[in-house]
């Protein structure tokens, strides 16, 4: 049996978003899953313990690691599980994520401040705390400098040394389409997959 997956969308976006994305990994023979949680409205806070939940869902259901997939926010939102639940885990993939900052070196830094009435200098802060504890999952961060909604530096991962970073060549818009960023997800699936790679784990 192939690992199962699930995808997390994006800020404002939701399982119709992810749709290209879980096809490709459908067709690859990965046992794929929505997040079901409706639009992704940005409360970190309130949707890390249903993410979390979710996974633990699939994880219970399957009686092995899941791997997460998650766009932007979404990536936040998987690098969360990983970090709360690092055994329900397989692998976390991430498409234009910021690992720092929050909402603050993004373009939706206006409306958390604006419209939510955010202090984005205290998400940094709390989101630097968090990042204190370390990530014992394979990540692998795909990001672009020309992403134009994240900033990409925001993107790279300082604090997990074994975090993988791959940069394309892609919008922020169509990270989840791209024909290259589809195949870089399945390697990265597929690598943390290798059985090799999951004794190391286990021993």
Wanted: proline share 6%.
């Amino acid at each position: 049996m192939s690992t199962p997956v699930a995808v997390f969308p994006g800020f404002s976006a939701g399982d119709l978003s992810t749709f290209v994305l879980r096809r490709h990994l459908q067709n690859v023979g990965y046992r794929v899953h929505r997040w079901r949680l409706g639009v992704n409205r940005g409360n970190v806070p309130k949707l890390i313990p249903q993410v979390v939940a979710r996974t633990e869902a699939l994880f219970e259901r399957y009686e092995e690691p899941v791997s997460l997939v998650g766009w932007s926010l979404g990536g936040v939102l998987a690098r969360e599980v990983a970090r709360e639940r690092p055994e329900l885990l397989r692998s976390v993939v991430t498409l234009g994520s910021p690992v720092i900052g929050g909402p603050k070196y993004t373009r939706a830094a206006r409306f958390y401040e604006t419209v939510l009435g955010e202090d984005l200098d205290a998400i940094e802060r709390a989101v630097e705390e968090r990042n204190r504890v370390p990530i014992s999952a394979p990540i692998t961060a795909i990001y672009s400098r020309r992403d134009a909604v994240v900033k990409w530096e925001a993107c790279i991962d300082h604090y997990n040394e074994h975090c993988e970073h791959i940069e394309v060549d892609a919008s922020h818009l169509s990270l989840g389409f791209d024909p290259r960023v589809l195949q870089l997800v399945r390697r990265a699936i597929d690598e943390s997959s290798s059985p090799e790679l999951i004794r190391q784990r286990a021993s």
